[in-house]
């Protein structure tokens, strides 16, 4: 279960990323490929326990799966494997080892909110 | 006496695009480099606990070390058991206890080196916590990963560990004196190796018996 320290590293990179831009973090948006290595209800469940204590305690990771996309010489196209257990092409059936995408793990957005007296406490904001 | 307070903050949405594992990924090309300017070939060994990575490495080491230097790094839960059992080949060894941790990340491998002229070495082996699951996500700078499977693990493990089989460069299947005995099929093996990650070469042996480790070291010797 690596899904801990993965989730730590997630609050820990959310985090500096919220205290450079000022507000709070609601929602962590992730992009998990299907050859990344890590669970999904591992990972969320992690999570939760990742963030108590800190500032992003009570926020919610949104995690967007990424199918494995490979390339395959005999069509000279892209294509979206439907099982990892397969790397064959859908289309023609041919084997290929060329992995396009599907390996991510990546932070790809922050939600953050901005409290009322938090706000009026920066004077000059007009939005 | 409009004293209406400033109009809340909208919540925004803002782009981040950061890889979560870069901190392990840039000390890991760090080791590439650094093994390549000296020289060093440099391969990790993952499998599932008990599928005979001490054994298999034993072998080796023994194997290689009239031609070259040779050394180990080995990753542990908690004990030094294997690391005393591959101080037999008479090479230097190091062991990394991981304590909770289920998988060496790359500045274990770093720690572990502290110390360690790599200008005196030729090809060092580093032995993963016994996992087939956790090490995937960790590059360790190695230039090339082993996966083992036992025969007594069955022919199915490449599709129930898709991911660690399709990060590795090559696959051992050991143990195979006693592949009889548990009527291991090596064909139905070998097509879900190829199916998981096609092209990657696959190498049968048993470090009991020495049966197919010659193969194997042709392979390491060529790469050397
Ligand atoms: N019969 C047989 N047993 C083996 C072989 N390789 C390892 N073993 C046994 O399998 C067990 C686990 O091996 P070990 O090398 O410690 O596995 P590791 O946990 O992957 O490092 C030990 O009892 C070994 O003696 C082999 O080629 N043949
Ligand atoms: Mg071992
Ligand atoms: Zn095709």
């Keep these: 279960m690596h899904e801990l320290s993965i989730a730590l590293s997630i609050v820990e990179g959310a985090g500096e990323e919220a205290a450079r831009r000022g507000g709070k973090v609601s929602v962590v948006h992730l992009r998990l490929g299907q050859l990344s290595g890590v669970v999904k209800d591992a990972l969320l469940f992690s999570y939760d326990l990742a963030c108590e204590g800190t500032l992003l305690e009570g926020s919610r990771l949104m995690i967007e799966e990424e199918p494995v996309v490979v390339f395959c010489p005999e069509c000279a196209a892209e294509r979206a494997l439907a099982s990892i257990q397969s790397f064959r092409c859908p289309v023609c059936g041919a084997l290929t080892p060329d992995v396009v995408r599907g390996r991510e793990l990546e932070l790809v957005a922050l939600e953050l909110t901005y409290e009322q007296h938090a706000a009026s406490a920066t004077p000059a904001t007009t939005d | ?224």
């Design chain 2, 1 to 224: 006496m409009n004293n209406t307070p400033h109009p809340p903050r909208l919540p925004r949405l803002i782009e981040v695009r950061k890889n979560v594992l870069k901190r392990n990924d840039l000390l890991a090309r760090k080791l590439r480099d650094r093994f390549r300017a000296a020289s060093v070939f440099v391969a990790s060994l993952v499998s599932s606990p008990g599928a005979g990575k001490t054994a298999f490495l034993e072998k080796t080491l023994t194997a290689l070390r009239a031609q070259c230097r040779v050394a180990a790094l080995v990753g542990d839960l908690a004990t030094d058991n294997d690391a005393a059992r591959l101080a037999r080949a008479e090479v230097p060894v190091r062991q990394i206890t991981t304590g909770t941790v289920c998988h060496l990340e790359a500045e274990m491998v770093e720690r572990a080196l502290d110390g360690w002229n790599l200008d005196e070495l030729d090809c060092l082996f580093i032995e993963n916590v016994g996992n087939l699951v956790c090490p995937s996500s960790y590059d360790l700078g190695e230039e090339m990963r082993l996966v083992l499977m036992s025969v007594t693990e069955g022919e199915d493990k490449p599709l129930k560990y898709p991911t660690i089989f399709n990060t590795a460069d090559v696959a051992i299947i050991t143990k195979i004196d006693l592949a009889a005995a548990v009527e291991f099929d090596l064909k139905s093996a070998r097509r879900n190796i190829q199916s998981v990650r096609p092209g990657m070469r696959v190498f049968e042996l048993s470090a009991k018996t020495g049966e197919g480790m010659d193969e194997w070291l042709r392979l390491l010797q060529s790469r050397l």
